[in-house]
């Protein structure tokens, strides 16, 4: 009686194996419905193509070793600012902070720091806020190897 469950078991765990791939191709990978529009920008009159189905696009990498502003213009309906960064191997305090402004208004801000007994290894931190329009991000460091700030739009 017990060997007639092995092979039944086998049987029953390939075939939810062989249904699960099915069933995650379908959920993941739906048929590609892409519905664009095409809209043009009055700023600069270049052609921007907006899908019905928004994702994220980067739209500039900055890197550096020492404070900065960057100045970024978007369109799209959210903004998300990645900040990573590497300390200095002094094994004393090291920073960086990521401030989002827009206008005279802080709209939202990151910081990441080392300490004396912390490990010297990178660390990422990311800004997302719903709103689009002309924007400041300032960066402000203390003793770093590098950092490097990825600018992402949601459209």
Not at 36 to 64: D, L, R
Not at 116 to 129: F, G, L, Q, R
């Amino acid at each position: 009686m017990k060997k007639i469950y092995i092979p039944l078991i086998a049987i029953l765990l390939i075939v939810g194996l062989i249904g699960g791939i099915i069933i995650g191709n379908i959920l993941f990978h739906p048929q590609n419905t892409n519905n664009n529009i095409n809209e043009i920008s009055n700023n600069n009159n270049t052609i921007k193509n907006i899908s019905s189905n928004p994702t994220w696009h980067k739209i500039g990498t900055y890197n550096g070793i020492s404070d900065d502003s960057i100045q970024i213009n978007t369109k799209g309906s959210k903004i998300k600012i990645v900040s990573t960064a590497m300390p200095i191997k002094n094994y004393a305090d090291n920073s960086l902070t990521t401030i989002l402004n827009q206008g005279s208004r802080t709209v939202d801000m990151s910081q990441m720091s080392w300490n004396s007994k912390s490990a010297v290894a990178t660390k990422t931190k990311t800004i997302e806020v719903s709103n689009s329009g002309n924007f400041e991000i300032e960066i402000s460091t203390y003793e770093l190897e590098w950092w490097n700030i990825e600018v992402y739009e949601y459209y």
